[in-house]
């Protein structure tokens, strides 16, 4: 078995369609990884009077966004190919923005994360077509799962940052 082989799962998807489908899901791993940190960031670092229910909010959301890496990686092997190897082959494809900032306000963390987690929603939905096009099944009811899960925390992020 050569080297280029050697990780060549089969697939019924035409290699292009997979391709495809590879690039879109290691795009939507990349933020998940990149919006994984910054939500555990904000966890470790929030504080003021609602200390509490941010911190155990951020965690819970944490968790759940790491719960979805391994599928993610998996649905791209499933199609024949590679996903994401290093924090550098993550940094070169994701597109929410890291936040390195010394301080952040608890009203900020919350509207951030909410908007990277609309942003996730977007790209989980444009992989939607993408995944539909290549009659990816699997993929493409996963992938209501987790822009379900997306919406939900923008939802709950929304709602704790209410002012009345």
Known sequence: ?????????????????????????????????????????????????????????????????????????????????TTLRSIGDIARHQTIKDNDADFVAPEAMLAELREDNLSLVALLREAKDIVDAAKDNATSGILDDWTDQAEQRAWFLFEASRKS
């Open 1 to 81: 078995m050569t080297t280029a082989s050697a990780l060549k799962t089969p697939t019924d998807i035409k290699s292009n369609a997979a391709k495809t489908v590879a690039e879109a899901l290691n795009g939507i791993l990349a933020d998940s990884f990149a919006l994984y940190l910054k939500t555990k960031n904000f966890h470790w670092h929030v504080s003021g009077p609602h200390f509490r229910d941010y911190h155990l909010m951020l965690d819970d959301q944490a968790t759940q966004i790491l719960g979805t890496t391994d599928a993610i990686a998996e649905r791209v092997r499933k199609t024949g190919n």
